[in-house]
């Protein structure tokens, strides 16, 4: 079974320029989740879809951060404009099963976008 | 607020050494979910654990296990025997399910390296 796949790998770009990541889940994942992860530190929720729709965005910096996820599958994280501060690995995971209340699921991550801004 | 400590930065050890890496959790709710996920150099998160509030079992799975301790808010994972391949950051996490919202929290990472 393929894992969740992430494009590009790497990218450089200077400030204010924009910047756009894709990310393909697991095949039949309806949950797809979008976390930066600073350098030394632990990975960040940025934003959590269920199927196309949003279910959590609370620490989106949404002044210069979006992302949308079309027809429920691949989906798009965009920054614009870029600042120093995003600098950043951008990590996309899905799980299997639709959240319910009272349970949980298994994160699978895909390998990441590193994201330098000079 | 839920929390999650690693308290070892870099733990560094010599091929065929045992090496635990703790993990300390804050949360309010009786009801939650700990993970732990190796990031090696790749940069991929690849899972290795999942265990519920309710189930203190330790788990053991080959060369690596897991001790749950609720009463002290503790989630160690051990490598036996550890090899050069086990060198990676490791992250412990916590989830805790609120109506659709199933975000994990992470810690900051142990850096484990080892030497041959």
Not at chain 1, 74 to 81: A, E, G, N, R, Y
Not at chain 2, 48 to 74: A, C, M, P, V
Not at chain 2, 87 to 113: D, H, I, M, Q, W
Request: with cysteine; aromatic share 12%; net charge neutral.
């Amino acid at each position: 079974e393929a894992g969740v796949a992430q494009s590009p790998r790497y990218k450089i770009i200077e400030k204010r320029q924009s910047v756009a990541f894709w990310c393909n889940p697991i095949s039949g994942h309806a949950t797809l989740y979008w976390y930066q992860q600073i350098l030394g530190q632990g990975p960040k929720l940025l934003i959590q879809f269920q199927n196309n729709g949003v279910v959590d965005d609370s620490q989106l910096p949404k002044d210069r951060f979006s992302a949308e996820r079309l027809k429920g599958v691949d989906s798009t994280l965009k920054i614009q404009p870029a600042k120093l501060e995003d600098s950043a690995v951008y990590l996309c995971a899905s799980s299997l099963l639709i959240l319910a209340v009272g349970g949980t699921d298994t994160q699978y991550f895909g390998p990441g976008t590193r994201l330098t801004v000079l | 607020a839920q929390k999650v400590t690693q308290a070892q930065t870099e733990i560094s050890v010599v091929e065929k050494e045992d090496v635990t890496l703790d993990c300390v959790y804050e949360t309010r709710d009786t009801t939650y979910y700990l993970f732990w996920y190796k990031q090696p150099p790749s940069g991929e998160l690849v899972f290795l654990i999942r265990r519920n509030s309710f189930d203190e079992q330790n788990e053991i799975s080959g060369r690596y296990s897991w001790n749950f301790q609720k009463s002290t808010s503790s989630f160690n994972f051990t490598i036996t025997a550890s090899q050069v391949v086990d060198s990676a950051v490791y992250f412990c996490a916590l989830s805790e399910p609120r109506g659709s919202n199933y975000k994990l929290t992470f810690g900051k990472g142990t850096l484990l390296t080892v030497n041959p």
